[in-house]
């Protein structure tokens, strides 16, 4: 009996000490760690680890072809979110090719008297291809608004000029067709429901950030960048003035025109050293903040688009980093993850007394990068691997690693667990105003909504 006790103990012993190794190993093979615990500048988690993994998404093959930057690790700090312009863009009216001195566009209409919140117009614009499937729209959200471009089929009730720049020339083109009776809030996305870039802790979904995006936040904001993540992006990310040796990034190729585009597009203004926001050229934006900028300047805009003669893709990259400057004349638009994530869609982790949202956020990436590090492990004892000849080969576990493999597959159950219950109640936190403004550092009073 003693012997057999013995036995499996120096099991347990043996377990533990192999999964310490492991883990030890991949440490130092820089497996990212993602936030630190409570650190006040966390590094920004890497996408794909959500718990719900999307579908691929297809590859469009023409024009409008996502223009979303590569999903690159890019450490990054917090910094309070930035806010609205209170005049609109320093830009002219006249096209942009003038080089005229700019000034503010004047708003043509009286912005729109104070809505209860449920009361606030909501429209989805989606740019596709005729090969995309958007009927997740209709089916997920039959009560919202919906303007679906097909840009490369001119008889589609929504289409556009000409398929050019991707997703600019959709967005551009619905305000200008509907500047006189625009929506209170507009959600500009792609057309694929699952990709990378959507907000993480909303499943990746685009209807689910079309149900959860706070049109009072919004209205607030004015303009919203609606992925929370600032990798890639954020807080420094296109350097438009740098020599042009620095500019040499394969995954930002857009960088090297950036400085000429800006100049035609916003003559008279100086070129920003830094232009940054979250990618990827998905935001929601009010009614009001949209009429501050001209009838006439979207149209100058537009035909820059259409005129300009740069590569197709470049083109529609260069938008991905300017969106913020056209709508609130700041070259930087990075709001800290926390708050984007509670103010903008309801998910509000809390934290103690007097601390703000960041405080739980922060321990749920810590819990989230542990469960990481276990599945990595894992990964490095049960996953296929290649021999010289390049063929795939399924390990044969012996004993001692079937006990490492029932013992990791054990914590990550518990690590998943305790995540999707900080969700759940994140997400319940959301749903109570005071409770949001309070995570958030607003000043809230009994009436007063999201």
Not at 52 to 75: F, G, V, Y
Not at 166 to 181: F, K, P, R, S
Not at 381 to 393: A, F, L, N, R, S
Not at 400 to 419: C, G, R, S, Y
Request: glycine share 6%.
């Amino acid at each position: 009996m003693n012997s057999m006790i013995r036995g499996a103990v120096t099991s347990r012993r043996f377990v533990f000490a192999a999964v310490t190794v492991i883990l030890i190993v991949l440490f130092f093979n820089a497996i990212p760690s993602g936030y630190g615990y409570l650190d006040s500048k966390p590094e920004v988690p890497k996408q794909g680890t959500a718990p719900p993994k999307p579908p691929p998404e297809n590859a469009a093959s023409s024009s409008l072809a996502s223009s979303a930057s590569s999903p690159l690790a890019q450490p990054s700090t917090l910094a309070e979110s930035p806010q609205p312009s209170k005049q609109a863009p320093a830009s002219p009216s006249t096209a942009p090719s003038s080089s005229s001195s700019s000034s503010p566009a004047s708003p043509s209409s009286t912005p729109s008297a104070k809505k209860p919140d449920n009361e606030l117009s909501k429209t989805a614009i989606l740019a596709s291809l005729q090969k995309e499937d958007t009927t997740w729209l209709s089916a997920f959200h039959p009560e919202v608004a919906a303007a679906i471009y097909v840009v490369d089929n001119t008889t589609a009730p929504y289409t556009v000029p000409k398929n050019k720049g991707h997703e600019g020339m959709v967005y551009l083109t619905y305000i200008i067709d509907h500047y006189t009776a625009l929506p209170d809030v507009m959600v500009f996305l792609h057309a694929h429901r699952y990709a990378w870039h959507n907000p993480d802790l909303l499943g990746s979904d685009a209807a689910e950030i079309i149900d959860k995006i706070s049109a009072p936040y919004v209205q607030r904001m004015g303009y919203v960048n609606v992925r929370c993540h600032w990798d890639p992006g954020c807080p420094t990310w296109m350097h438009p003035l740098a020599p042009e040796t620095e500019r040499t990034d394969v995954f930002k190729p857009e960088e090297v025109e950036l400085a000429k585009a800006f100049r035609e597009i916003f003559p008279g203004e100086e070129v920003p050293e830094i232009l940054a926001q979250p990618c990827c050229a998905q935001f929601a934006l009010s009614g009001d903040q949209a009429r501050k900028i001209s009838l006439e300047r979207y149209t100058a805009v537009r035909q820059w688009l259409l005129d300009t003669e740069l590569d197709d893709a470049i083109s529609g990259r260069i938008w991905e980093y300017l969106w913020q400057y056209l709508f609130t004349g700041k070259p930087i638009s990075c709001p800290r993850m926390d708050l984007c994530y509670c103010d903008g869609f309801g998910v509000c982790f809390g934290g103690d007394k007097g601390k703000s949202g960041e405080q739980g956020m922060n321990e749920f990436w810590h819990l989230r990068n542990e469960k990481n590090k276990l599945q990595a492990a894992l990964g490095q004892i049960v996953d296929e691997k290649e021999d010289e000849d390049g063929k795939k080969i399924t390990p044969v576990l012996t004993d001692a690693e079937k006990h490492i493999v029932k013992d990791l597959e054990a914590q990550i159950k518990d690590f998943e667990d305790q995540l999707n219950e900080r969700l759940k109640k994140a997400k319940k936190r959301g749903t109570d105003p005071k409770l949001r403004a309070e995570d958030c550092g607003r000043d809230w009073k009994k009436g007063d909504g999201f």
